[in-house]
């Protein structure tokens, strides 16, 4: 027996050498070493742990919020967007950031360059979207690099916004795909995934890593990465926990929660998750949602916004992109040093908005229509034709 076991091994480690050749995806799988402090060291190294990066004390360094928004960008979401987060600022006289996890099908792309041009971080979250979930669960490496790599020259071109400013990911469902995605961000210059919950170290809670060694990790959603895989980092998302301490990933998916009408509930409710990682290890403080759930519930979208306006009254909480909170955990600051620091910059781009239709998507016969900053496609772009050429 375990020489077929063996014998099978042999064959998948010769059949993913020659599929190197093919693609250039690095070395097969050998399961990555159990982190070594001393080895991994920042900016570009850190192991998995709750430790505080930098050996900083919690109460010296920036209490770090990130609200991220998943899926299509569109005329209706784009309203709500603009009154909770635009022109918003922090204590520090920066702009607020949010993070906008952007699936391709039905998006609006002028307002995607709208969310750009007022300073938010457009993020990726796979040209199709695509149910079953199982898909993503055995996505190759060449799938990945469809669905995401080319989904960035996608958003680049049709909403006109810097290639280069597009730097993090999530999967569909947060369903991980092993190795593979990791790999694939490696060699397309992508800088974090943001799929990947922990519900076991909460409180303290997990920081962000890179994969050169051994995650500690707990996986949720396999398959999830085990070699070492230098360069991409993992945001992991920290759990919430709902009224009767059943953790929930997503905002939207808290099972317990307050009356989704009452305000003051939800707000407290928010605080509470909010001050475990305040008046804990400071862990980045995630508030991911999906857009349709608060705009199904005005208490809750009150209650957020009264949430962040209290983080931008504090001195030192911070609601910034989740790119700010990579750079930051490169860099660890302390909250007066990070004061000091210059607002994050973008490269501000215009949109000619032009509307294109009817199109339709080769792959599926379906028709839409696009509202683009540039000149129309041909057909309505999808996987393998990410330019609708
Ligand atoms: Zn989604």
């Given at each position: 027996?375990?020489k077929?076991?063996?014998?099978?091994?042999?064959?998948?480690?010769?059949?993913?050498?020659?599929?190197?050749?093919?693609?250039?995806?690095?070395?097969?799988?050998?399961?990555?070493?159990?982190?070594?402090?001393?080895?991994?060291?920042?900016?570009?190294?850190?192991?998995?742990?709750?430790?505080?990066?930098g050996g900083l004390?919690?109460?010296?360094?920036?209490q770090?919020v990130t609200?991220?928004f998943?899926?299509?960008v569109?005329?209706?979401?784009?309203?709500?967007?603009?009154r909770?987060?635009f022109n918003?600022?922090?204590?520090?006289?920066?702009?607020?950031?949010?993070?906008f996890?952007?699936?391709?099908?039905?998006?609006?792309?002028?307002?995607?360059?709208?969310?750009?041009?007022?300073?938010?971080?457009?993020?990726?979250?796979?040209?199709?979207?695509q149910?079953?979930?199982?898909?993503?669960?055995?996505?190759?490496?060449?799938t990945?690099?469809?669905?995401?790599?080319?989904q960035?020259?996608?958003i680049?071109?049709?909403?006109?916004?810097?290639?280069?400013?597009?730097?993090?990911?999530?999967m569909?469902?947060?369903?991980?795909?092993?190795?593979?995605?990791?790999?694939?961000?490696?060699?397309?210059?992508?800088l974090?995934?943001?799929?990947?919950?922990?519900?076991?170290?909460?409180?303290p809670?997990?920081?962000?890593?890179?994969?050169d060694?051994?995650?500690t990790?707990?996986?949720?959603v396999?398959?999830?990465?085990?070699?070492?895989?230098?360069?991409?980092?993992?945001?992991?998302?920290?759990?919430?926990?709902?009224?009767?301490?059943?953790?929930?990933s997503?905002?939207?998916?808290?099972?317990?929660?307050?009356?989704?009408?009452?305000?003051?509930?939800?707000?407290?409710?928010?605080?509470t998750?909010?001050?475990?990682?305040?008046?804990?290890?400071?862990?980045p403080?995630?508030f991911?949602v999906?857009?349709?759930?608060?705009?199904?519930?005005?208490?809750?979208?009150?209650?957020?916004?009264?949430?962040?306006?209290?983080?931008n009254s504090?001195n030192?909480?911070?609601?910034?992109?989740?790119?700010?909170?990579?750079?930051?955990?490169k860099?660890?600051?302390?909250?007066?040093?990070?004061?000091?620091?210059s607002?994050?910059?973008?490269?501000?781009?215009?949109?000619?908005?032009?509307?294109?239709?009817?199109?339709?998507?080769?792959?599926?016969?379906?028709?839409?229509?696009?509202q683009?900053?540039?000149?129309?496609?041909?057909?309505?772009?999808?996987?393998?034709?990410?330019?609708?050429?």
């Open positions: 027996m375990k077929w076991i063996l014998f099978g091994l042999l064959v998948l480690a010769a059949s993913a050498v020659v599929a190197d050749e093919d693609t250039e995806e690095p070395e097969g799988p050998v399961e990555a070493p159990v982190c070594d402090p001393e080895a991994c060291k920042l900016p570009s190294c850190r192991c998995s742990t709750t430790q505080i990066p004390a919690a109460r010296d360094i920036p770090l609200v991220t998943d899926d299509a569109n005329v209706i979401n784009i309203v709500n967007y603009r909770m987060l918003r600022r922090n204590s520090n006289g920066c702009p607020a950031g949010a993070t996890y952007v699936s391709h099908e039905y998006t609006n792309y002028q307002a995607v360059n709208e969310l750009y041009n007022n300073g938010f971080e457009i993020a990726l979250h796979s040209i199709t979207h149910t079953p979930q199982s898909y993503w669960a055995n996505a190759t490496y060449e990945l690099v469809k669905e995401f790599a080319e960035k020259s996608l680049a071109h049709f909403a006109n916004i810097p290639y280069e400013s597009i730097k993090g990911l999530r569909p469902f947060l369903q991980m795909a092993g190795d593979a995605t990791f790999k694939m961000m490696a060699n397309h210059n992508l974090y995934d943001c799929s990947w919950p922990t519900i076991t170290q909460t409180d809670g997990l920081w962000p890593y890179t994969l060694y051994k995650s990790q707990p996986c949720i396999p398959p999830c990465p085990t070699s070492s895989i230098p360069g991409p980092w993992v945001f992991p998302l920290v759990a919430w926990s709902d009224l009767q301490n059943f953790p929930c997503f905002v939207d998916a808290c099972f317990s929660t307050p009356d989704r009408n009452d305000e003051n509930g939800w707000y407290e409710f928010i605080l998750n909010f001050e475990r990682h305040y008046k804990g290890n400071r862990a403080f995630g991911f999906h857009e349709a759930f608060l705009a199904a519930y005005p208490a809750v979208s009150n209650a957020l916004i009264r949430f962040l306006d209290m983080v504090l030192d909480a911070f609601m910034v992109t989740s790119e700010e909170v990579i750079e930051w955990v860099n660890p600051v302390t909250v007066s040093e990070y004061r000091q620091q607002c994050r910059r973008y490269t501000p781009t215009v949109c000619r908005p032009t509307s294109c239709g009817p199109l339709t998507a080769e792959a599926t016969g379906n028709v839409y229509w696009m683009i900053c540039n000149v129309c496609p041909r057909v309505y772009p999808w996987i393998n034709n990410p330019l609708g050429q």
